[in-house]
């Protein structure tokens, strides 16, 4: 098996006809994309140790714009060891396409290399052994290969999220007061963060980096406007916190009234809000 690995990866080095010019200066066009998509899934279909290969993100449902970056998904022959094929495919990134840098994100089924191209392209390129191939979220196009059945994508834990949002709380709360003003802020946009996750989850829309906010009724996201920290002074940031955390205070009564009324009198202790006072007053 070594030896077919090794022939494998010659073969692949060998593939040095580039047909997108590797270092366009100026922002991607759609074209550029194309061509450039096209390119990889020709490789894709002609390295042996590529079993299946999938479009995935916008593109594998009809929602690609002129903005969209390219999210491919490979299946990667069982006996083959997938972190030469990602070493492979990574120098092809950076020889032939002129890649600047890339990122790794590792999860139970494979791996995940995001690619920032000269053009400002990013490209996305998932790895998973043959018998894992299929879809791990909502978009998954097949362009060839056999499809593994779908496994139910988790959603976030409500609880998690909770969870996440009254620590914040509290920590910009301590970063007000220990006259840490950028810290603060952070701590105070992860509590706007955390409650539009919460309320992205209640009303079905995707949780993850906010991507389903925009699409959240304008009564919910219009009143988290205010939670923007607009400077650094500390009245400021007490400012935001209080409307930060009011919001936080509505949404946890819609997303869970339990948790809500525990939760209550701390978060108005840490962010400063007047016992008894409305909730949709935070001033």
């Given at each position: 098996?070594?030896v ?29 994309r ?76 494979g ?87 919460l ?14 906010a ?70």
């Open positions: 098996m070594e077919v690995s090794r022939t494998s990866s010659r073969w692949f080095h060998n593939q040095r006809l580039c047909d997108v010019p590797a270092r366009l200066r100026a922002v991607f066009t759609s074209d550029h194309d061509a450039v998509r096209r390119q990889l899934l020709g490789l894709a279909e002609k390295d042996p140790r590529i079993t299946g290969a999938a479009v995935t993100g916008s593109a594998a449902d009809g929602r690609e714009d002129s903005w969209s970056d390219i999210d491919l998904f490979f299946g990667v022959a069982g006996r083959v060891a997938l972190d030469a094929v990602v070493a492979d495919w990574r120098d092809y990134l950076y020889g032939q396409l002129g890649a600047l840098h890339h990122f790794d994100l590792k999860v139970p089924a791996i995940y290399r995001a690619f920032l191209l000269p053009s400002c392209l990013e490209v996305d390129l998932g790895f998973t052994s043959a018998e894992q191939f299929g879809p791990v979220g909502p978009t998954f196009r097949a362009v060839f290969g056999e499809v593994a059945q779908a496994s139910p994508v988790p959603l976030p834990d409500p609880g998690h999220l909770i969870g996440l949002a009254w620590h914040h709380v509290l920590h910009a709360r301590t970063c007000i007061e220990r006259h840490k003003p950028w810290q603060a802020e952070h701590w105070i946009s992860g509590i706007r963060d955390q409650t539009l996750a309320a992205c989850l209640r009303l079905g829309e995707p949780a993850h980096y906010a991507k389903g925009d699409a959240l009724p304008a009564a919910v996201r219009g009143g988290l406007e205010d939670a923007l920290v607009r400077s650094l002074e500390l009245e400021e940031l007490r400012r935001a916190l209080r409307v930060a955390a009011t919001r936080l205070l509505l949404e946890l009564s819609a997303t869970d009234a339990i948790q809500a009324r525990r939760l209550e009198q701390p978060i108005r202790e840490l962010a400063d809000l007047a016992e008894g006072q409305p909730w949709d007053d935070p001033r």
